[in-house]
């Protein structure tokens, strides 16, 4: 079955780069996606990325994907306290008509 | 105003009882799902609708069913609660479109249980 795999955490210094990362295991995935919740919030979308596609930027955000190594990733450009939440990797086939594949979650801590 | 609402947004129930969680919204999504969060599992599918007269399980259905009421409206059950259903439990809504971009998921706030 399909499967999304992320680190649970990680934790850089205020100011710095962070860089979130994903595998996933259906080579179908039509979007792959990065989805942020804060403490005692729901899930917010930040950013998709086409399967087609290599790169996308927006903002602060970069997301990387290496389909032939069905590996996604997301960088945080100057990492703010702000960040701190849990970032989830997601996918989904054509449509997302059956919901999407979460991975575990990824805390991320920042540092002062 | 939020666009997708949950209610109630904390419960407390007994092993056994019967448990319903509401969901509403006003974005005027056909498509509605109903998720649960577990620390450290992320979140898994329950069940989901296409509109009003489809519905279809999810990864985790056992134990669980939904009704949809209306367009707007997408209730869960737990029928008879036990323990290992404690979660946080998410609804969300997508809508279908042939415009090649991403269906995006829209999630509500959450629904926090714990089955004593």
């Known amino acids: 079955g399909e499967d999304v795999e992320q680190s649970l955490f990680l934790s850089v210094r205020e100011g710095d780069s962070s860089v979130i990362n994903c595998t996933y295991t259906?080579?179908?995935?039509?979007?792959l996606y990065w989805y942020k919740q804060e403490p005692g919030a729901g899930l917010q979308l930040l950013t998709y990325i086409f399967s087609n596609m290599d790169m996308k930027q927006d903002q602060r955000l970069t997301v990387l994907l290496n389909k032939k190594d069905k590996h996604l990733s997301l960088r945080i450009a100057d990492t703010q306290t702000g960040d701190s939440a849990i970032y989830f990797c997601?996918?989904?086939?054509?449509?997302?008509?059956?919901?999407?594949?979460f991975g575990k979650g990824t805390h991320l801590i920042i540092q002062p | 105003d939020a666009d997708v609402t949950q209610t109630p947004r904390n419960r407390i129930t007994k092993t056994g009882k019967r448990i319903m969680l509401e969901c509403s919204q006003t974005k005027g999504h056909d498509r509605m799902y109903w998720y649960r969060q577990d620390p450290g599992l992320g979140l898994r599918l329950i069940y989901y609708?296409?509109?009003?007269?489809?519905?279809n399980k999810g990864e985790i259905s056992d134990g669980y069913s939904v009704s949809r009421q209306a367009q707007a409206k997408f209730s869960l059950s737990l029928e008879s609660a036990i323990p290992n259903q404690t979660a946080l439990y998410f609804c969300?809504?997508?809508?279908?479109?042939?415009?090649?971009?991403?269906?995006?998921?829209?999630f509500g706030p959450g629904t926090r249980l714990l089955v004593l």
């Open positions: 997601a996918e989904t086939g054509g449509g997302g008509a059956d919901g999407l594949t």
């Open positions: 609708s296409f509109d009003v007269k489809d519905i």
């Open positions: 259906d080579s179908s995935s039509t979007y």
């Open positions: 969300a809504t997508s809508d279908p479109n042939g415009g090649g971009e991403a269906e995006t998921q829209y």
